[in-house]
């Protein structure tokens, strides 16, 4: 899912998907502007006003939301000048509407309220997680520059050895080359999209401070982290202790993985005293690193199941993909998508015009104009991101019936965590059971470790990613890197957090963090960590629900309905309460706990210490 641009980390009011958007139809808007006077003029608020600021707020939040998805789905599924025109034209509104309520909002604040309604109130005083600042101007320059950020990158393409490379064929390079020099080229290359974006970022950066700072916040990091329903300090610190808890894997991994890659390709290429060359891994990023798993997996292991080939060997299409994605969650109980969902998705990259290619999910009416968009490839991987965007489809849905305050998930990992807690159930069980692998083929208890590894490669390789995204974000708005330090400061985190380096010296006009989506694409990235804590918890419960023994690896919950039920009866809350009682509702806990992870990995944990016992980890 894409963020919810314009307003609030926590409660998000705008449909939340994809990017929002456009005008207020005067007649509305002369009623809220009214609604609101009557309240300011006024010195002590009642329960009234609030109420009827409530109202008139959420019946002028659906119109606009409405809209704005409508201009944002036309601009990322066509990139032209007009279609940026019409976004950045939508965005300044929303942003300007975002200010607006927000400072309405606050004039409640010493008014005893219901705890339903305050909660609402507080989420509109939030604001949005890119907040303009009230000054003439400043929310149009904003969202022209945010369009810019976001188009530059859904249309970046660099030339390798005479031809024209889109990052989706990059990617592919990644992927299957073994050539260290290739690699590097075409790693480098792509990060020549990214110089172009920094003076834009820098600014953008400016203007939301100073937007934040209106709203009572340090910075606009204060304000993100604000979003979780508990201090932001507080929340700093839910981060850390959370990484601490499953750092322990990772640098086992990290330590396994470069000695593999140190045995294939040299010391030279992969010194074992250093942190590890972020092209070799398979991943544009670093993030994810299945793509090599071939290249580490256990010697004389048993053979696990490669996913990618058991898709081509079927000739599965893309569409074929996310059918069978959405009969998983049909399987446990859920409504089938609407006959719109396939008429009006991007399933496939089109031809002839530029795409913002990066998987999203929207729901375009906050009702069943439910949609994905992807440039979707037949691989293991894209099989995973169809679910994870289902996910986010069907959590939509879920809450659908939610005031608009309320259409969002419990906190923003929840979002990310939904579709990825069904992916975890592709055991190879599962497989056999769609027709995608021969009963014959499933691997036995001795290739536990192999599945085990290749998913450790995705889901562990990630963590450390998707902490230092947003700790590299902090930094920036907090001052602490000024935009001579951008560059730098990446790789600082990179290299403290995932033990990754560049493969070369960058150059000083570098901006290697506008060469990864989220940065140009102003989404929040802390979720994507919280929902690789999440999905695990979510899968052990849903395994405890439905009774399943033996390891959480080989647990599947395909086709139990009573696992259906209970996680919609999460689902459906939004963020009507705070995120621990929609955690409670499903796992009976209130608490975002890594033990789940860890128990997942245990085998492998136990197996990586025994191989790594001589070696000298660490970089
Ligand atoms: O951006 C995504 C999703 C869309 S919400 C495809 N993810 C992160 C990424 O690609 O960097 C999923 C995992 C992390
Ligand atoms: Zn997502």
């Given at each position: 899912?894409?963020?919810?641009?314009?307003?609030?980390?926590?409660?998000?009011?705008?449909?939340?998907?994809?990017?929002?958007?456009?005008?207020?139809?005067?007649?509305?808007?002369?009623?809220?502007?009214?609604?609101?006077?009557?309240?300011?003029?006024?010195?002590?608020?009642?329960?009234?006003?609030?109420?009827?600021?409530?109202?008139?707020?959420?019946?002028?939040?659906?119109?606009?939301?409405?809209?704005?998805?409508?201009?944002?789905?036309?601009?990322?599924?066509?990139?032209?000048?007009?279609?940026?025109?019409?976004?950045?034209?939508?965005?300044?509104?929303?942003?300007?509407?975002?200010?607006?309520?927000?400072?309405?909002?606050?004039?409640?604040?010493?008014?005893?309220?219901?705890?339903?309604?305050?909660?609402?109130?507080?989420?509109?005083?939030?604001?949005?997680?890119?907040?303009?600042?009230?000054?003439?101007?400043?929310?149009?320059?904003?969202?022209?520059?945010?369009?810019?950020?976001?188009?530059?990158?859904?249309?970046?393409?660099?030339?390798?050895?005479?031809?024209?490379?889109?990052?989706?064929?990059?990617?592919?390079?990644?992927?299957?080359?073994?050539?260290?020099?290739?690699?590097?080229?075409?790693?480098?290359?792509?990060?020549?999209?990214?110089?172009?974006?920094?003076?834009?970022?820098?600014?953008?950066?400016?203007?939301?401070?100073?937007?934040?700072?209106?709203?009572?916040?340090?910075?606009?990091?204060?304000?993100?982290?604000?979003?979780?329903?508990?201090?932001?300090?507080?929340?700093?610190?839910?981060?850390?202790?959370?990484?601490?808890?499953?750092?322990?894997?990772?640098?086992?991994?990290?330590?396994?993985?470069?000695?593999?890659?140190?045995?294939?390709?040299?010391?030279?290429?992969?010194?074992?005293?250093?942190?590890?060359?972020?092209?070799?891994?398979?991943?544009?990023?670093?993030?994810?690193?299945?793509?090599?798993?071939?290249?580490?997996?256990?010697?004389?292991?048993?053979?696990?199941?490669?996913?990618?080939?058991?898709?081509?060997?079927?000739?599965?299409?893309?569409?074929?993909?996310?059918?069978?994605?959405?009969?998983?969650?049909?399987?446990?109980?859920?409504?089938?998508?609407?006959?719109?969902?396939?008429?009006?998705?991007?399933?496939?990259?089109?031809?002839?015009?530029?795409?913002?290619?990066?998987?999203?999910?929207?729901?375009?009416?906050?009702?069943?104009?439910?949609?994905?968009?992807?440039?979707?490839?037949?691989?293991?991987?894209?099989?995973?991101?169809?679910?994870?965007?289902?996910g986010h489809n069907f959590y939509q849905r879920a809450?659908?019936?939610?005031?608009?305050?309320?259409?969002?998930?419990?906190?923003?990992?929840?979002?990310?965590?939904?579709?990825?807690?069904?992916?975890?159930?592709?055991?190879?069980?599962?497989?056999?059971?769609?027709?995608?692998?021969?009963?014959?083929?499933?691997?036995?208890?001795?290739?536990?470790?192999?599945?085990?590894?290749?998913?450790?490669?995705?889901?562990?390789?990630?963590?450390?990613?998707?902490?230092?995204?947003?700790?590299?974000?902090?930094?920036?708005?907090?001052?602490?890197?000024?935009?001579?330090?951008?560059?730098?400061?990446?790789?600082?985190?990179?290299?403290?957090?995932?033990?990754?380096?560049?493969?070369?010296?960058?150059?000083?006009?570098?901006?290697d963090p506008g060469a990864k989506y989220h940065i140009?694409?102003?989404?929040?990235?802390?979720?994507?960590?919280?929902?690789?804590?999440?999905?695990?918890?979510?899968?052990?419960?849903?395994?405890?629900?439905?009774?399943?023994?033996?390891?959480?690896?080989?647990?599947?919950?395909?086709?139990?309905?009573?696992?259906?039920?209970?996680?919609?009866?999460?689902?459906?809350?939004?963020?009507?309460?705070?995120?621990?009682?929609?955690?409670?509702?499903?796992?009976?806990?209130?608490?975002?706990?890594?033990?789940?992870?860890?128990?997942?990995?245990?085998?492998?944990?136990?197996?990586?210490?025994?191989?790594?016992?001589?070696?000298?980890?660490?970089?």
């Amino acid at each position: 899912m894409k963020h919810a641009l314009l307003l609030a980390t926590s409660l998000s009011l705008f449909a939340l998907t994809a990017c929002q958007n456009p005008t207020i139809d005067s007649e509305t808007s002369q009623t809220v502007k009214d609604a609101v006077e009557t309240v300011t003029q006024n010195d002590a608020p009642t329960l009234q006003d609030a109420k009827e600021f409530l109202e008139t707020t959420e019946a002028r939040l659906v119109e606009f939301n409405l809209r704005s998805a409508k201009t944002a789905w036309a601009k990322a599924t066509n990139i032209t000048d007009a279609t940026n025109e019409a976004e950045a034209i939508v965005n300044a509104e929303g942003a300007k509407l975002s200010t607006e309520l927000s400072n309405a909002a606050k004039r409640f604040n010493d008014l005893s309220l219901p705890a339903d309604m305050r909660r609402k109130i507080d989420g509109l005083k939030r604001g949005s997680s890119f907040p303009a600042p009230e000054k003439e101007g400043a929310a149009d320059e904003l969202a022209q520059i945010m369009t810019r950020l976001d188009s530059r990158y859904g249309t970046g393409k660099f030339t390798y050895k005479g031809e024209t490379l889109t990052l989706g064929q990059a990617s592919d390079v990644i992927a299957e080359s073994r050539d260290p020099a290739e690699l590097q080229a075409i790693w480098e290359g792509w990060r020549t999209i990214s110089p172009a974006m920094k003076d834009d970022y820098a600014r953008m950066v400016e203007i939301i401070n100073e937007g934040a700072r209106e709203l009572g916040y340090d910075d606009a990091g204060a304000l993100w982290r604000g979003g979780y329903d508990m201090d932001g300090d507080a929340f700093t610190k839910e981060a850390d202790r959370l990484w601490g808890q499953v750092k322990p894997l990772y640098d086992q991994l990290h330590c396994y993985v470069r000695s593999e890659l140190n045995e294939k390709y040299g010391d030279t290429v992969v010194p074992l005293d250093q942190p590890i060359r972020a092209d070799i891994l398979g991943n544009m990023w670093g993030q994810s690193w299945g793509n090599v798993f071939d290249e580490v997996a256990p010697a004389n292991a048993v053979k696990g199941v490669d996913v990618t080939q058991l898709l081509k060997d079927k000739n599965y299409d893309p569409v074929k993909m996310v059918e069978v994605g959405e009969k998983f969650f049909t399987s446990m109980g859920f409504a089938p998508l609407p006959e719109t969902f396939w008429e009006r998705s991007q399933i496939v990259k089109p031809e002839g015009r530029e795409v913002v290619c990066h998987a999203s999910a929207w729901n375009l009416d906050d009702k069943d104009d439910v949609r994905i968009k992807m440039c979707t490839k037949v691989n293991a991987e894209d099989f995973s991101t169809v679910h994870h965007e289902l996910g986010h489809n069907f959590y939509q849905r879920a809450y659908k019936d939610q005031p608009v305050f309320y259409r969002s998930g419990a906190n923003d990992g929840f979002h990310e965590a939904i579709g990825d807690m069904i992916a975890l159930s592709i055991t190879p069980e599962y497989l056999v059971e769609i027709g995608l692998l021969e009963k014959e083929a499933v691997p036995g208890a001795d290739a536990d470790l192999t599945l085990l590894m290749r998913q450790a490669m995705d889901k562990v390789a990630f963590l450390p990613f998707g902490l230092m995204v947003d700790q590299w974000r902090w930094k920036v708005f907090s001052g602490e890197y000024s935009p001579a330090d951008y560059n730098d400061g990446w790789w600082e985190l990179r290299e403290k957090y995932q033990g990754l380096r560049a493969p070369s010296e960058r150059p000083a006009d570098a901006f290697d963090p506008g060469a990864k989506y989220h940065i140009p694409g102003n989404t929040p990235y802390m979720r994507y960590f919280l929902a690789h804590i999440l999905q695990f918890q979510f899968h052990k419960a849903a395994c405890d629900i439905a009774g399943v023994e033996g390891p959480l690896h080989r647990c599947s919950v395909y086709n139990n309905k009573e696992v259906g039920a209970r996680f919609n009866a999460m689902m459906e809350m939004g963020q009507s309460k705070p995120w621990p009682d929609a955690l409670e509702a499903f796992t009976g806990t209130r608490d975002m706990d890594g033990s789940a992870i860890l128990e997942y990995f245990a085998p492998l944990m136990t197996y990586l210490e025994a191989e790594n016992k001589d070696k000298s980890c660490g970089w």
